[in-house]
């Protein structure tokens, strides 16, 4: 079966960087496209970044765009986030999820996998 499980979290200051990984394994890694969400208490989960199975296209959030790099490892079966210039707003749980296609796809349906998480908390 699908397993998704993400690491790489903690508490970082603002300003500050993390990379976090999502390391996938039960299906073809390099069939789907992938997804970085996070949830914040009482909002939305929300989309921050995609990555078409290629990795050749990508996606970000308005939010995160010049801060964020998505990136994946067809290889290690291994997608990863990378995180700079940190905010405390950026402070989450974050998931990465699997699409249920090969092209980058933003809408919350058509990911049909998730990880159990990850805290990134941006605090000084």
């Known amino acids: 079966q699908v397993q998704l499980v993400e690491s790489g979290g903690g508490l970082v200051q603002p300003g500050g960087s993390l990379r976090l990984s999502c390391a996938a394994s039960g299906y073809t890694f390099s069939s789907y496209a992938m997804g970085w969400f996070r949830r914040v208490p009482g909002k939305e989960r929300e989309l921050v970044a995609a990555?078409?199975?290629?990795?050749?296209?990508?996606y970000y959030a308005d939010s995160v765009k010049g801060r964020f790099t998505v990136s994946r490892d067809n290889a290690k079966n291994t997608v990863y986030l990378q995180m700079n210039s940190l905010k405390p707003e950026d402070t989450a749980v974050y998931y990465c999820a699997r699409s249920k296609f090969g092209t980058l796809t933003i809408a919350t349906p058509d990911f049909d996998s998730w990880g159990q998480g990850t805290q990134v908390t941006v605090s000084s």
């Open positions: 990555i078409t199975l290629s990795g050749r296209d990508t």
